[in-house]
């Protein structure tokens, strides 16, 4: 069974720092390119950051270059987020997923539960 | 880039049809996925390729996708599929996906 299980969330003053970990299981995790997906408080789902399998690729939202930096450890099936510089507009809760492996097109196939980051003083 | 847009909300007796659209330029010549999320709740894939559906989902739900205008439908509607759904698209200039604003169903 696929399990995606996000850790290190919760609450930072604006300008502080967090890592985020997402626990990849049941499934070749090197073989699956990832991203981070958030949700603001009442909002709708942002694109956060990309990595491809082998961290070769990495893309991130113009609203985090530059403070975020996302990284994998496919030996220890896990997927990070540094976050540096937060504004309270980071405040969401953060998925990681993962992509499904297609041709044309690309979607995501399974979600973790997410973990709440909270930027505020 | 490219923009999706659906309508914030639709209603819907239970036992009738709810018809969700997902706006874009040519997004009939794109591949929409759609995304179930229930409050509280990571977002579940419902839709991909347009309308194929993954293992587990309803066949109640099925989806078109033309023009302009990709829909959703969901036919004999629950109270259980009372949700906010988003439809998506992929950027592969940047390997992420580029979601619609949402669209909050509710069951009458």
């Known amino acids: 069974e696929v399990q995606l299980v996000e850790s290190g969330g919760g609450l930072v003053k604006p300008g502080g720092s967090l890592r985020l970990s997402c626990a990849a299981s049941g499934f070749t995790f090197s073989s699956y390119s990832m991203n981070w997906v958030r949700q603001a408080p009442g909002k709708g789902l942002e694109w956060v950051s990309s990595?491809?399998?082998?961290?070769?690729?990495?893309y991130y939202a113009d609203s985090v270059k530059g403070r975020f930096t996302i990284s994998r450890d496919n030996a220890k099936n896990s997927l990070y987020l540094q976050m540096n510089s937060l504004r309270a507009e980071d405040t969401a809760v953060y998925y990681c997923?993962?992509?499904?492996?297609?041709?044309?097109?690309?979607?995501?196939?399974?979600w973790g539960q997410g973990t709440l980051v909270t930027v505020s003083s | 880039s490219y923009v999706l847009t659906q309508p914030p909300s639709v209603s819907v007796a239970p036992g009738k049809t709810a018809r969700i659209t997902c706006g874009g330029n040519?997004?009939?010549?794109?591949?929409v996925h759609w995304y179930q999320q229930k409050p509280g709740q990571a977002p579940v894939l419902v839709i991909y390729?347009?309308?194929d559906r993954p293992s587990g989902i309803p066949e109640r739900f099925s989806g078109s996708n033309s023009g302009n205008t990709a829909t959703l439908t969901i036919s004999r509607v629950e109270a259980g599929d009372e949700a906010d759904y988003y439809c998506?698209?992929?950027?592969?200039?940047?390997?992420?996906?580029?979601f619609g604003g949402g669209t909050k169903l509710t069951v009458l």
């Open positions: 997923a993962r992509i499904a492996m297609a041709s044309s097109s690309s979607w995501y196939d399974y």
């Open positions: 990595i491809s399998s082998s961290s070769s690729y990495i």
């Open positions: 390729y347009d309308s």
């Open positions: 998506q698209v992929w950027d592969s200039s940047s390997d992420h996906g580029v």
């Open positions: 040519n997004i009939g010549s794109k591949s």
